[in-house]
């Protein structure tokens, strides 16, 4: 099978995981309305989906030990076209939490399988691309924000969105699955390579806490912007999604630049430099009025946050101390942790007190990744 077909293959199950995830993210103003829900009603609702993968991490390990990571990706999205459609039938809190519970399952056993998929490819070229398959999954946050968008301006009730989506994801099995790569066999490891997600060492956990806060940052941008744009903005023609939008379109920039940006500048000083746009961009978005200034704001965030997971990811899988795939097996869980967790933080935030005054929450982040790149990360690449 050829490189590009694989590659093609593995791309579109990221491009269907962004999709997936922003087609739900922009109807929860509509969920948040529907049922009645305050603020901190709807971040305990929002903890079903974190529920739901971290539940799922050990499955989707094993799944995929046992089964091949090219199986497990169609069974995830085959979980998706079920599910999806399900969480629109939602009458209540109760339900809600439980639709969110399994799209949580599907999305993170599809993250773990897809990114394994990645690693396998990168075997094979020789070279470090997970950044652009990050790209390719902010192009579909992109478009299913977009979609989100032209649903909710067009009056198109989210039953009929989901419906729709869950349908492309059908129509697009045939499209990736022939492509995908069967997995290695594992081969045995040296005494002196440590094989446990219980002894990362310190520069993992260092680089697992600033994948943290970012994802962290991400996750809570993607819940809650569109709810902060539609209670702070109210006389413009633009729909309520044009923040998460500017925001999803940065990571895609941002990503696609990513691999470039980390052959020539040292990782260290771009995670530095990441923080500090998560920061200054929400700073901008809260403090000023004017639209395009908060549309602004997003975009600096989303450059921030766009290539701090993928340059992560490549670090844990080229050091030596521990092996590649339990590294970054373990960086990736943590910091998944942060993107589920985020917007259940804000939530309950939000109710204390204000949407306003809990998104500096990532103002706070952002720095603080920033400082601990300064001050922990060495000077060369390991």
């Known amino acids: 099978m050829s490189i590009s077909k694989s590659r093609l293959g593995i791309g579109i199950l990221f491009l269907l995981c962004g999709l997936n995830f922003a087609t739900w993210a922009t109807r929860i103003p509509d969920f948040k309305r529907l049922l009645q829900l305050s603020d901190a009603s709807l971040g305990t609702v929002l903890m079903g989906l974190p529920i739901g993968s971290l539940i799922s991490l050990p499955i989707a390990g094993w799944l995929i030990a046992k089964y091949n990571s090219k199986i497990i990706s169609l069974i995830a999205v085959c979980m998706y076209i079920i599910i999806i459609p399900l969480i629109g039938y939602s009458s209540s809190a109760l339900e809600l939490f439980g639709g969110l519970f399994l799209f949580g399952m599907s999305g993170d056993i599809l993250n773990i399988a897809m990114n394994t998929q990645v690693i396998a490819l990168e075997k094979k070229m020789s070279k470090i691309i997970m950044s652009s398959f990050h790209a390719i999954f902010s192009v ?139 920061a200054l961009g929400m700073i901008l978005t809260l403090s000023l009025s004017q639209l395009e200034f908060k549309v602004l704001g997003c975009f600096i965030i989303g450059l921030g946050i766009s290539t701090i997971v993928p340059l992560i990811y490549s670090q844990a899988g080229t050091q030596s101390k521990i092996l590649p795939s339990i590294a970054i097996a373990g960086v990736s869980t943590i910091a998944y942790i942060g993107f589920l967790l985020g917007p259940v933080l804000i939530g309950y935030l939000a109710d204390l007190i204000s949407l306003q005054y809990a998104l500096v929450l990532l103002i706070i982040l952002g720095l603080t990744a920033s400082s601990i790149a300064t001050i922990f990360l060495p000077n060369s690449d390991k």
């Open 140 to 278: 579909g946050l992109m478009l299913g924000a977009f979609l989100g968008g032209l649903f909710v301006t067009f009056e198109i009730g989210f039953k009929e969105h989901f419906y729709g989506i869950a349908l492309l994801n059908l129509m697009m099995i045939p499209s990736f699955y022939y492509f995908l790569l069967p997995d290695e066999t594992p081969v045995a490891k040296s005494d002196d390579t440590k094989s446990s997600l219980f002894n990362l060492g310190s520069y993992l956990i260092i680089l697992a806490f600033i994948a943290f806060c970012g994802m962290l940052c991400e996750g809570a941008m993607a819940d809650w912007i569109s709810l902060y744009f539609a209670e702070t903005i109210t006389n413009s023609s633009f729909p309520n999604t044009i923040g998460f939008t500017s925001f999803a379109a940065a990571m895609v920039i941002g990503r696609l630049a990513g691999d470039y940006l980390s052959n020539r500048f040292k990782v260290k000083h771009i995670l530095i430099i990441n923080g500090i746009f998560v």
